[in-house]
């Protein structure tokens, strides 16, 4: 059973520019959620994929926007980065079914510079 | 607005020794608890879950107990390992429904340290 995988590591970025962090679910699950993590704190939850649709959204601006496809990959995207968009993002998957619980990746540790 | 607080950043107990981890949260309509273990450059990983119509569940060495009435669940460890030494973090489902419980909102986290 493949776990959830998520690209690349690590990234440095400017502000202002864009980025785009990739997620591979959990063989079988068809759910996906983002999740922002900075330095001393738990996670934040961003927005859940289910279905190909945003299923939920946490309290982040509209430059975070993500997509899931039909292979329930996942992508993040942060348009016009900014200093305190530095964080480790995670990606969690689940089969959308009962209390299943969320199985999560190692995270993308971003840098803004 | 915290929903779900852990008020001690770090815990510092002997190996055999019994940890206890606590966490408070302010919305009375969760009806669900989870806690996760996280290590260094690792994700979090699942560790045991609690519902709010019970007021135990007991896994191995992980005992999660929850107090309605205080709005106060703990994670006990026993016996403590040095493996144990991790950050733990409570969390809840966000109260809007979806699918599952993949939204989740978590307390800031607790560092274990478990000395030999």
């Known amino acids: 059973e493949t776990g959830v995988t998520q690209s690349p590591t690590h990234l440095i970025k400017t502000r202002g520019q864009q980025v785009t962090l990739r997620c591979s679910s959990q063989?079988?699950?068809?759910?996906v959620s983002w999740y922002q993590q900075a330095l001393g704190q738990g996670p934040q939850f961003i927005f859940q994929?289910?279905?190909?649709?945003?299923?939920g959204r946490g309290n982040f601006p509209p430059r975070f926007s993500g997509l899931q496809f039909p292979n329930y990959s996942s992508e993040l995207n942060v348009n016009a980065l900014e200093l305190d968009d530095s964080a480790l993002y995670l990606c969690?998957?689940?089969?959308?079914?009962?209390?299943?619980?969320?199985?999560f990746g190692n995270g993308t540790r971003l840098t803004v510079t | 607005d915290q929903q779900v607080k852990q008020n001690s950043p770090s815990l510092s107990v002997q190996e055999g020794r019994i940890s206890i981890l606590n966490c408070d949260y302010t919305n009375s309509m969760f009806d669900y608890f989870l806690w996760y273990k996280k290590y260094p450059a690792e994700g979090p990983t699942f560790l045991i879950s609690?519902?709010?119509?019970?007021d135990k569940n007991e896994d191995g060495r992980f005992t999660v107990f929850l107090n309605k009435s205080a709005k106060h669940l703990s994670l006990h460890i026993v016996p403590s390992q040095p493996g144990d030494s991790a950050v733990y973090f409570c969390a809840a489902p966000l109260p809007d429904g979806g699918t599952s419980y993949g939204k989740l909102t978590f307390g800031q986290g607790t560092i274990l340290t478990v000395h030999p």
């Open positions: 063989s079988g699950h068809n759910t």
């Open positions: 994929y289910y279905r190909e649709e945003e299923n």
């Open positions: 609690i519902s709010s119509i019970k």
């Open positions: 969690a998957s689940s089969n959308g079914q009962g209390d299943s619980p969320l199985h």
